[in-house]
């Protein structure tokens, strides 16, 4: 089976740096995903990593280690609008690679 | 580039009707589509694996004669809510993968369906 595994919510203040943290149990990995979803919206692409170690993209990092099933979201000079809920997802390997989401980090960013 | 789009955002309907929704991705040919379903502060939950020319695959739970999917080209994906009832009202979003790419879904902007 599989279990991803992340906080339910966040605060965090504006101008500031905030990790959100992902554990994953799961056969057959391929990769894990971050997505960044506003309430009734899509989740829109932030990351994806599949190797181990650290992907910056702007204000955004992820990280991960497949040894320990574990993987972060990095969030730099937080912004108001960064406000969102943050999708950890994992992808298992096969004919689909299809996605496993986390129930999301309700991040709350506060002036 | 990556933009998948899905008509309606917004649909009402009578209990006993069915409900198309349709998945496109506009700049890039998707063998695979996928359909999730999302309830009030959850996350999504996974409903089909949608493959072009032929059958769909369906998670376990999800009643593929309720929920039927259509993926006729490599760019539409459609999902039919048969005899909607009340409790099928939720956010559907669909999402799609390039056939020839990163192992990235792109999501559609979603479909709120209330069942009266």
């Known amino acids: 089976g599989q279990n991803i595994d992340q906080p339910t919510e966040m605060t965090a203040t504006e101008g500031a740096i905030v990790q959100i943290n992902c554990t994953y149990q799961?056969?057959?990995?391929?990769?894990l995903f971050w997505y960044q979803q506003h309430a009734g919206e899509a989740p829109t692409f932030l990351s994806y990593n599949v190797l181990d170690g650290l992907e910056e993209k702007g204000r955004f990092s992820s990280f991960l280690s497949r040894s320990k099933g574990y993987s972060y979201l990095l969030l730099k000079e937080l912004q108001m609008k960064d406000s969102a809920s943050y999708l950890c997802a994992v992808s298992r390997s096969g004919a689909t690679n299809k996605l496993i989401f986390g129930t999301g980090t309700l991040l709350a960013v506060q002036p | 580039g990556a933009v998948v789009s899905q008509h309606p955002s917004w649909v009402i309907c009578k209990s006993g009707t069915s409900v198309k929704i349709e998945c496109r991705s506009l700049d890039f040919q998707a063998t695979t589509m996928f359909w999730y379903r999302q309830f009030p502060k959850q996350s999504l939950m996974l409903m089909a694996t949608s493959n072009e020319g032929s059958k769909a695959t369906y998670e376990q739970g999800v009643e593929k004669d309720k929920f039927l999917i259509n993926h006729a080209s490599l760019t539409l994906s459609t999902l039919t809510v048969t005899s909607a009832h009340p409790e099928d009202s939720s956010f559907y979003i669909c999402?799609?993968?390039?056939?020839?790419?990163?192992?990235?879904?792109?999501f559609g902007a979603g479909t709120r369906l209330s069942v009266l």
């Open positions: 999402s799609a993968r390039e056939t020839s790419g990163t192992n990235i879904q792109y």
């Open positions: 799961t056969s057959g990995f391929n990769g």
